[in-house]
């Protein structure tokens, strides 16, 4: 009597979760986008994520990238990437918001042991981790670079908590906070994954941004932001849409 028991709590239980799978699998998967993003915010749909990298050109809304260089960067006027010469991948662009303005970008990965000593320098974090994503936007009209850094970057590590990616973005006055999102719209708490699906922008305790890195992407800035905060946030977000490997695992859900 009682196995038959917790057979058919088993069975309940198996039939809620094939219920619950169902219901998200009939639509494309989305990030959980935090409560405080869904009021007063702008959404933008992306273009130019998927297809062929050469000569590629991210756009969002009235955001667009120049085409994205590969291989090497220009941004040798920038002190903080000059130090890594070695790291394997290396991505350039030119970020224009809808003004015209325009923003030098710089992002590299996958770093040679070498290269890890300058990543302490710049921003005195622990380096128990070796799967680094940084780089630097330098406003044209601006003095100083924003300098940029997050770990576990893809977020395939165990044992960390829900949202182990943790990084910032700061230049010589403003840090923002950046943290990986590893939940869906409508998943549900006993479905864990190891992922990340998007990012957030955090400033002074308040969530002012969010990008997400499944499918085609999609980018969420809080409005009243600075023209500057805007250029600098749709800067990054364009790069970690760029080099984001969570695409190939990504879940279409159709």
Not at 41 to 52: D, M, N, W, Y
Not at 103 to 108: F, G, I, Q
Not at 116 to 139: C, H, M, Q, R, T
Not at 176 to 203: A, C, K, M, P, W
Request: hydrophobic letters at 40%; proline letters at 1%; charged letters at 20%.
């Amino acid at each position: 009597m009682k196995q038959n028991f917790k057979f058919s709590l088993f069975a309940a239980k198996a039939a809620i979760l094939g219920v619950l799978v169902s219901v998200v699998a009939c639509r494309t998967a989305e990030v959980a986008i935090d409560k405080g993003l869904k009021n007063d915010t702008e959404v933008f749909s992306v273009k130019g994520r998927q297809g062929f990298q050469i000569g590629q050109i991210i756009s969002f809304g009235d955001f667009k990238t120049s085409k994205v260089k590969r291989g090497w960067t220009f941004g040798y006027s920038i002190p903080f990437i000059v130090k890594f010469n070695g790291a394997k991948e290396k991505l350039s662009f030119q970020q224009f918001d809808p003004n015209g303005r325009a923003a030098d970008v710089v992002l590299v990965s996958q770093f040679k042991e070498t290269e890890y000593a300058p990543l302490n320098d710049y921003f005195s974090i622990s380096l128990n981790y070796k799967n680094y994503f940084a780089g630097s936007v330098k406003l044209n009209e601006q003095e100083h670079a924003w300098d940029f850094i997050v770990h576990h970057v893809d977020g395939a590590s165990r044992g960390l908590g829900k949202n182990n990616t943790i990084g910032f973005l700061q230049n010589a006055a403003t840090k923002i906070d950046i943290t990986g999102v590893r939940e869906l719209e409508g998943s549900t708490s006993f479905i864990t994954q190891n992922d990340v699906y998007g990012y957030e922008f955090h400033l002074n305790g308040k969530i002012i941004g969010s990008v997400s890195v499944l499918n085609n992407g999609k980018v969420w800035l809080k409005k009243g932001l600075s023209d500057d905060l805007r250029l600098v946030l749709a800067s990054v977000s364009s790069g970690l849409m760029l080099r984001s490997n969570v695409e190939d695992n990504a879940l279409s859900m159709n």
